[in-house]
C-alpha cells in the first residue's frame, strides 16, 4: 500500500500517519503509548473499554461508522493530522484528511467507507498540496475484518503495508488509529494515535442583536 517517496515511506489509515524516516525516538514512543476511542454525541454513551466485553455486531453496516462524521485532530510527535468525514450516503461515507509540520502539508489523502454484501471496505489514495497522486495504481483497501460496536480491524489481503489498522472508539469525542506494519524486511512496527472531535466555536453575537440587548 505504502509509496516510498524522496525516501520518506508513508502509511495513511484513519489519519494514522507512520512516518517513518526523521521522527525522534521519544515522539515514536509516545505515539505508541498513546490509545483511546470514541463515539458521536447522538448516540447513547458506549462503555468504556475494560469495564466488560463489547456486545459483538453481527453484521458491519456503515451506520456503524456515522459516529465519526465531523472533524478530527490528532498529534504525533511534531506533526497534526486533521481529517473530516461526511456522513453515510448512497453506500459510503467520504473522508479527507491532511497532515502538517510547522508550515509545510506533508501529504492529502481521501478515503472511502463502502458498504458491500460481505461488510465494509476501506479505499484510500494519496496526493501532494497540488493534487498530484502518490500511487500510480489503484487504490489501496483494506478488508473489515475482526470488529464489535467498538473496535473494527481492517485488514489488507495485499501486503503488510500496513498489515491491519485498527479503529477503537472510547467516548463521544475521542477514539484512537491504531497501525500494524510489516515492511518487507525487519520488524513489525506499530504507530497508535489519539483523535479528538472538533467542536465548532461559539457563534459571536451580531452587532445588530448587541445594540438590541441594550436597549431598555
Not at 97 to 117: C, G, M, P, Q, Y
Amino acid at each position: 500500500m505504502t509509496r516510498t517517496r524522496t525516501g520518506v515511506a508513508l502509511v495513511f489509515v484513519f489519519g494514522l500517519l507512520p512516518i517513518c524516516v526523521g521522527l525522534p525516538k521519544s515522539a515514536q514512543a509516545q505515539s505508541n503509548s498513546q490509545g483511546a476511542a470514541q463515539s458521536h454525541e447522538t448516540q447513547a454513551p458506549l462503555p468504556i473499554q475494560g469495564g466488560g466485553s463489547a456486545a459483538i455486531v453481527s453484521k458491519p453496516a456503515l451506520d456503524n461508522f456515522a459516529w465519526l462524521e465531523g472533524r478530527w485532530r490528532g498529534e504525533w510527535g511534531p506533526r497534526v493530522a486533521e481529517q473530516e468525514w461526511l456522513g453515510p450516503k448512497a453506500g459510503e461515507m467520504l473522508g479527507v484528511f491532511r497532515v502538517v509540520e510547522a508550515d509545510k502539508t506533508l501529504v492529502i489523502e481521501l478515503f472511502t467507507l463502502v458498504e458491500k454484501s460481505g461488510g465494509v471496505d476501506f479505499y484510500f489514495r494519496h496526493f501532494t498540496p497540488q493534487l498530484l497522486p502518490w500511487e500510480k495504481s489503484d487504490a489501496t483497501v483494506l478488508n473489515l475484518g475482526e470488529f464489535d460496536e467498538n473496535k473494527f480491524a481492517f485488514e489488507n489481503p495485499r501486503d503488510g503495508m500496513p498489515k491491519r489498522s485498527i479503529l477503537t472508539r472510547i467516548d463521544a469525542d475521542t477514539f484512537t488509529s491504531r497501525s500494524e506494519i510489516i515492511p518487507d524486511s525487519g520488524d513489525m512496527q506499530v504507530v497508535e494515535i489519539t483523535y479528538h472531535r472538533e467542536k465548532p466555536a461559539p457563534e459571536k453575537p451580531s452587532a445588530g442583536s448587541v445594540e438590541h440587548r441594550k436597549k431598555p
